[in-house]
């Protein structure tokens, strides 16, 4: 089993900026790739961001391209996610994500593993 723990999230005004963090414990895996998606009020959890096992393919939704930015660091096991110019459509609950293997994957069904989710509200 992987656990994932989140955190990061919370009420920031419009065009304010936010780093989450996901940090893996348990199972340990050669390799794993992380993602990050969100779940507004009424609507359907969507894809977010990808990153590979290297850090080095990444994939964004296009309404957070260009503000949002996934990174990680192997060596804590942690998935970050940089979001700047947040706007109240950003408003969600986050969940990362996590699997094995040396892919990106951007569909909620290509994950094995889940956070328990942060929230991010923003004002405007």
């Known amino acids: 089993q992987v656990q994932l723990d989140e955190s990061g999230g919370g009420l920031v005004q419009a065009g304010d900026s936010l780093r989450l963090s996901c940090a893996a414990s348990?199972?340990?895996?050669?390799?794993?790739?992380m993602g990050w998606f969100r779940q507004a009020p009424g609507k359907e959890r969507e894809f977010v961001a990808a990153?590979?096992?290297?850090?080095?393919?990444?994939y964004y939704a296009d309404s957070v391209k260009g503000r949002f930015t996934i990174s990680r660091d192997n060596a804590k096991n942690t998935v970050y996610l940089q979001m700047n110019s947040l706007k109240p459509e950003d408003t969600a609950v986050y969940y990362c994500?996590?699997?094995?293997?040396?892919?990106?994957?951007?569909?909620?069904?290509?994950?094995?593993?889940w956070g328990q989710g942060t929230q991010v509200t923003v004002s405007s």
């Open positions: 994500a996590f699997r094995g293997g040396l892919g990106t994957y951007r569909r909620i069904g290509d994950y094995d593993y």
């Open positions: 348990g199972r340990t895996f050669s390799n794993y790739a």
């Open positions: 990153i590979n096992w290297s850090g080095g393919i990444v």
